[in-house]
């Protein structure tokens, strides 16, 4: 069985925001796509299976979020996990990706006739969805850098669906 990451994007503009704000406080530029993740499905989906679901779900879910147009607005910046550096949302913003949350919760079971659903971590009631920044144990000078200018309350579009298979 394999597990599933379903994320959106940011805009490719706003990739080269988040490049520049990181740049400014000393860390270096980022290819990876920066994203927020919406879900995880942990080892509950066929291999044969999962390329097709993967599609037929971020289809649907870009037909979902096309309309509302959502932004991650930054509330600050956090150490999460005890390895993550990520910027966590304004309470504005949490509301709008909570639903976007529900929504695709509710789809999984869908599509997948109840045989799949979010994780109990990735559930809309518990989760905040971040946007991953950097991966560090221990944060040095240029985090405290990254939590002043998220002082700014950032804003950046959320774009693209996509999922990852792992």
């Avoid at 390895?83 to 304004?90: K, S």
Wanted: aromatic share 10%; net charge negative.
């Amino acid at each position: 069985m394999r597990s599933m990451a379903i994320k959106i994007n940011v805009s490719p503009k706003d990739q080269e925001a988040i490049n520049d704000a990181l740049e400014k406080v000393g860390y270096p530029r980022q290819r990876r796509k920066y994203h927020c993740t919406f879900g995880f499905i942990e080892k509950m989906v066929p291999e044969e299976e999962s390329t097709a679901f993967g599609e037929k779900i971020i289809h649907m879910l870009q037909d979902y979020i096309n309309p509302l147009s959502p932004h991650y607005e930054v509330e600050k910046a956090a150490h999460l996990f005890g390895h993550v550096i990520a910027f966590l949302p304004t309470d504005k913003s949490l509301a709008t990706l909570r639903e976007i949350n529900l929504w695709l919760s509710d789809k999984v079971k869908d599509i997948s006739e109840g045989r799949w659903e979010l994780n109990t971590e990735t559930q809309s009631q518990t989760y905040i969805p971040h946007l991953t920044l950097w991966r560090t144990r221990h944060p040095d000078h240029r985090f405290d850098g990254l939590k002043v200018a998220a002082e700014m309350h950032p804003s950046y579009h959320l774009s693209n669906a996509g999922y990852v298979i792992f």
